[in-house]
């Protein structure tokens, strides 16, 4: 995840859950929110996820074609559903209940 | 809860989200519809605190005296220096006096007061005073700040305003040496010019004298012409006088003279034979002396060869004269273009002559001597030398010494016509008598 624009899959393909990840480059919330979410994905998603990191910095259209007003900004989208989570992802429980896995704690 | 309401409620979950992580400072950007604002408050707050732990660190270790006042002048911010340099701190300004603390005259504290005001640019030095009463010399420069208050910037300039004092004080003394100097060599010009003014007074009457000098010596010049011609018409005269003493010598006295001899011869051989008278004898005997002696005398005072030949010939006579009658072999060395131009001067010269001669036969000791008479230049030269005993040259300086070599006569006419009478001799090696007189012509 060192190159922002490019997207990081977790996990092997196939699955239904799709996870993007909106960026500023690599300011300091926005590779503590990749950091988050590359560990959650590791630990606690059996399947693995696809992520797709998008910096907003070199790809404002993107971001703003959904609807991004910060940085950074998760979507989770299952197929039928989507959530939004805000922040650097820190909330692991908020994160998982987003993704749709109960947490093990 | 109908479509409608979800979607709001999303929306609003959303929003809450925002604000969430925006309290919580895990935003990094905020994307509008006019691009993207970063946030970096956390940044920027780092920055601005890394900025004013710089500025502060400036502030505080500046060795530059930082003052931060309001418009009012009352309430005021030190740095460290300037807390170190005048001794004031934050607490002795709060009473709001503090203009009065650092600028205790009137006059000045407003002049100082709108400097601090004016934001004149450039620096001004100013007399400040600090807490324990020392007035320092600190330059000091404003700077506006936005919100009304000013930053001073002060320079503490002691030591420059210790070095300007000190040149000035250097300077001052110079400007006093100089004008010392000054008017040393003004008084030594005026000395000068004095000088200068009484030597060219010294000078004039120098002058004047001198001018006066030679006007006596003109006088006497030509006094000692006149003298020279009286001395000349004098010994003229007397050569007038000889001459006729000597005429009456030999033309009447010594005619009756052998006159009378005749006559008493002539009774004396009328006397009986055998008869004759001693006192007749003795007076044919006296007459005949008186006889010869009118003839000597008659030819002293006129020597015949003197007036008939000239001064050289006579000189010619003396020679054998002084042969026949002291037996002193004289030798000669006559230039005949030495002759006299005045019978006067001949007669001088040729007496001059016979009593230097005579001066060999009495003093010298020996029976050679030598005779010159020489012509130069308008001067006649009358010279008598002997290889004799010699005369102490001492001795002839006095009047005494001359008479008694029977010179003084000569040397007193001598000085009288413009001449003179040279006198060398060494004891034991003889003498030289040298008569030198300018041949002058006969006065009329």
């Known amino acids: 995840m060192t190159d922002p624009q490019q997207s990081a899959v977790f996990q092997a393909e196939g699955s239904q859950l799709n996870l993007t990840l909106y960026v500023a480059g690599d300011r300091p919330n926005s590779l503590k929110a990749q950091a988050n979410l590359r560990a959650i994905c590791e630990e606690a998603i059996p399947g693995g996820a696809e992520v797709e990191v998008v910096n907003v910095l070199a790809d404002f259209a993107r971001a703003a074609e959904h609807g991004i007003v910060v940085t950074p900004t998760l979507i989770v989208d299952r197929g039928n559903t989507s959530t939004v989570v805000i922040g650097t992802l820190s909330d692991r429980d908020k994160v998982l209940a987003a993704i749709g896995i109960e947490s093990d704690q | 809860m109908t479509e409608k309401n979800a979607k709001r409620r999303a929306r609003l979950n959303q929003a809450e989200a925002v604000l969430r992580a925006l309290e919580n400072d895990e935003v990094d950007v905020v994307l509008g519809k006019r691009g993207i604002s970063l946030l970096r408050v956390q940044e920027m707050q780092d920055q601005l605190s890394r900025q004013q732990e710089l500025f502060q660190g400036i502030i505080d270790n500046i060795p530059v005296l930082l003052c931060i006042w309001d418009p009012d002048l009352e309430q005021f911010q030190f740095n460290q220096a300037m807390e170190d340099t005048l001794g004031w701190t934050v607490e002795d300004t709060l009473d709001g006096k503090f203009m009065s603390k650092v600028y205790p005259d009137p006059a000045y504290r407003q002049e100082v007061s709108e400097f601090m005001l004016s934001f004149t640019p450039g620096w001004k030095d100013l007399r400040t005073t600090a807490k324990n009463g020392e007035v320092v010399d600190v330059s000091w420069a404003n700077v506006r700040l936005k919100d009304g208050r000013s930053i001073g910037i002060g320079i503490d300039v002691r030591q420059r305003k210790q070095f300007e004092r000190e040149l000035k004080s250097s300077r001052d003394e110079l400007d006093l040496r100089v004008k010392e100097r000054t008017a040393e060599l003004e008084q030594t010009v005026n000395q000068l010019q004095t000088e200068v003014s009484r030597r060219e007074l010294a000078e004039k009457v120098l002058f004047e004298r001198s001018e006066r000098l030679e ?188 008479r008694g070599l029977g010179l003084f006569s000569i040397r007193e006419r001598l000085e009288l016509m413009g001449g003179r009478l040279e006198v060398e001799s060494i004891p034991g090696d003889g003498s030289r008598f040298t008569v030198i007189v300018p041949d002058t012509p006969e006065p009329r």
């Open chain 2, 215 to 402: 006007e006596a010596n003109k006088e006497l010049k030509r006094r000692a012409r006149q003298l020279q011609k009286l001395a000349m018409q004098l010994s003229t005269a007397e050569d007038r006088e000889r001459h006729r003493i000597a005429e009456v010598l030999h033309d009447d006295l010594q005619q009756i003279l052998v006159g009378a001899r005749f006559h008493l011869d002539s009774l004396a051989h009328k006397l009986p034979e055998g008869e004759d008278d001693p006192l007749l004898q003795e007076v044919v005997s006296l007459l005949g002396e008186s006889i010869e002696k009118s003839r000597t005398l008659s030819h002293e005072l006129s020597p015949p060869a003197l007036k008939r030949s000239g001064l050289v010939a006579a000189l010619e006579g003396l020679r054998e004269q002084k042969k026949q009658r002291y037996d002193l072999d004289v030798e000669v060395s006559l230039d005949p273009d030495a002759e006299p131009a005045s019978e006067a001067l001949k007669f001088f010269l040729f007496k001059a002559a016979r009593e230097m001669l005579f001066n060999v036969v009495k003093h010298s000791g020996v029976h050679k001597a030598h005779l010159s008479l020489a012509k130069d230049d308008g001067t006649l030269r009358l010279a008598v030398r002997d290889e004799g005993k010699g005369v102490d040259v001492q001795d002839l300086s006095s009047d005494s010494g001359l």
